[in-house]
């Protein structure tokens, strides 16, 4: 994927600073910019997960109060929750911007949607600016996801940019985890076992809701499993396989004309009764309800 400098850069640029001013779902330079939109130079508390890819020249920033520069060939990460501003900024600067929830996506992304909360946990200690060998495929994505967001009506553009933030999400969780899961260190060793659960709950939570399957599966206790994914995350593993079965549910019953009493079966609950309960805690209105509130 190549990106391309066109005649259009002022109006991208403005709506970047428009929709970040609003905090927007999707902030996106939408391809090559130069130089950064006022509210990223005044700064801002970075509500989402945000990328810089630096195309040339160079400029300083500051994230949660350390100083950083980046220059051509690298990509910045600001960590969800950090105080971003841009100082200097060098001639011929050239830019890739986005700063994007994923919130929006996150029935999209399923329980993979954890995976991205490791970026959230980057510390000020770690570098958020390095060649990462994708700055060409990241800048390509943020080109393809645009600067305007599709009129809501068109089902086929809404659903298009949410597969390019999929995808440009997991292009991200690739990046980091060539990133920190090298040198054997028992962060990594962490965070590999996090990803290694992530995936199994993706792959086993409908008919598997026991942490003590995963645990034996990862040759792990029960105990030591789900502390470590709380640590990592911020959820236990039957929290994790609970929001999987939720997000599952939701979608059926969005997107199908499966009965509530089909969908309890596709699930394993013994009975529509349970199905019903269980999604009611987890969700707060019956499956019925959720269905007619369209």
């Not at 330079?29 to 990223?40: A, I, L, Q, R, W």
């Not at 995976?115 to 600016?129: D, G, N, T």
């Not at 076992?193 to 709950?201: A, P």
């Amino acid at each position: 994927m190549e990106c391309s400098f066109d005649a259009n850069v002022a109006g991208r640029l403005s709506s970047l600073q428009e929709n970040l001013a609003c905090m927007a779902d999707v902030c996106s330079s939408g391809g090559v910019v130069e130089g950064f939109p006022e509210y990223m130079s005044e700064g801002f508390v970075c509500f989402g997960i945000g990328l810089i890819v630096c195309h040339a020249g160079e400029f300083d920033f500051v994230v949660s109060g350390k100083e950083y520069t980046a220059c051509g060939g690298q990509t910045v990460f600001i960590p969800v929750g950090a105080f971003f501003s841009v100082g200097r900024q060098s001639p011929g600067l050239r830019l890739s911007i986005i700063v994007y929830k994923t919130e929006p996506i996150r029935y999209v992304l399923g329980t993979m949607v954890h995976s991205v909360h490791l970026y959230a946990r980057m510390s000020p200690e770690r570098h958020c600016v390095w060649h990462t060998g994708c700055e060409a495929e990241i800048a390509g994505y943020i080109s393809l996801i645009g600067a305007e967001p599709p009129r809501t009506d068109d089902f086929f553009a809404v659903n298009e940019r949410k597969l390019l933030l999929l995808s440009l999400t997991y292009r991200l969780c690739m990046v980091f985890s060539d990133k920190y899961l090298g040198g054997g260190s028992a962060d990594a060793r962490r965070t590999e076992t996090f990803l290694k659960l992530i995936r199994l709950i993706d792959r086993y939570y409908m008919s598997e809701r026991g942490v003590a399957f995963y645990a034996a599966k990862l040759f792990l206790s029960p105990k030591y499993l789900s502390e470590l994914s709380k640590s990592v995350c911020g959820y236990t593993v039957q929290e994790l396989i609970f929001k999987a079965i939720t997000r599952r549910a939701m979608a059926l019953l969005d997107s199908t004309n499966k009965t509530v009493a089909e969908i309890s079966e596709e699930f394993n609950f013994p009975n529509p009764s349970s199905f019903g309960t269980f999604f009611k805690k987890q969700t707060g209105v019956s499956p019925q309800k959720y269905r007619d509130r369209l």
